[in-house]
């Protein structure tokens, strides 16, 4: 009998090669126990020199569940999600975990998103979304572990890895203070955004430890509308040093202002968040707030897979990064 040609190769037919039962080679491939080590070597030999690709389907139907991870975020124009998704793949993959993406104009993850998420009978989901209670509880119910990333919430029992909000707004009020600005405006996302409401309680504090007095038309809150108008309100309050939820808002912001033939940073300064520079190139880099993303992404993978395969148990777990200022050309 020939070779059989790669595409033809199955589970079964490795088995009779090798002499054991289907079920001992799929325990070597999903790298589980109890299989002497020289048929596991004469295995994994075979496998690798058929050339045998597991079938996820057929193993999602035997075993209930595929090695499918769910990525869920809310904007496709903002650079973080994309950086931050490609390293969750690269990291994913290599713990042999495959990622479906799913994006969708989501205020939170309610009930009747579930549908479009759990494909492919996924194992476990990172999402830069808040899921409500509801959709926590429907998700808990059917066994899929959830971490939500980039956000913290109490309420609802999730594990989070995120910044620390909080010190990035500080910080970049400390440093616009320290760079002469006496007005000190943010332009930041729906205050329902959780990270949003502790990035400016961070910038809060540090105008309020330095005597810096502010009103409420310095501090103006996007939708999902055009910030042309937004932004008029800041320029108009008369603010010389802008902190902006993210550095996409910074960067509109900034042709804003060059519009008003300002000049960024003599006139008006401008400090972005999550610092995408060094992964996404912009015309020009933007004062910001960065953190460590490979350390924020190995930190969510590994705590979802660990959930995953029950090597961590107990209570969730609420991980968070510390940031710093990175320093560009525009404060």
Known sequence: ???????????????????????????????????????????????????????????????????????????????????????????????????????GIYDCIELKDLGNILGNKVSGIITFVEPN??????????????????????????????????????????????????????????????????????????LDENGIAYDDTCFQFMDREDMTEKAEALFQSGVDGVFCFNDIMAA???????????????DIKIVGYDDVYDEFPMSIKFTSVGSDKKGVVDCATELLVSRIEGTVNGPKEHSEFSVYISEGVTA
């Open 1 to 103: 009998m020939g070779t059989k040609s790669v595409k033809n190769v199955r589970l079964c037919d490795i088995a009779e090669e090798v002499g054991v039962t289907a079920n001992t080679v799929s325990k070597v491939i999903r790298g589980k126990g109890g299989v002497s080590d020289e048929k596991r070597k004469q295995i994994l030999e075979l496998v690798k020199e058929r050339g045998y690709v597991p079938n996820r389907a057929a193993m999602s139907l035997r075993y209930g569940r595929s090695k499918m991870i769910t990525v869920v975020f809310d904007n496709l124009i903002n650079p973080y999600y994309m950086i931050m998704t490609r390293m969750l793949v690269y990291k994913f993959n290599s713990l042999d975990y495959d990622v479906m993406i799913v994006s």
């Open 133 to 206: 209670e509801e959709a926590a509880e429907a998700l808990k119910s059917e066994g899929i572990h959830v971490v939500l990333l980039g956000r913290k919430v109490f309420d609802i029992d999730i594990d989070t890895v995120s910044t620390d909000d909080f010190l990035g707004g500080y910080k970049v009020g400390k440093y616009l203070i320290e760079k002469g600005c006496k007005k000190i405006g943010y332009l930041g996302a729906p205050f329902m955004v959780e990270c949003a409401q502790r990035r400016l309680a961070g910038l809060r504090k540090s």
């Open 252 to 266: 509109n912001f900034y042709k804003f202002v060059q519009k008003k033939n300002l000049r960024v940073p003599e």
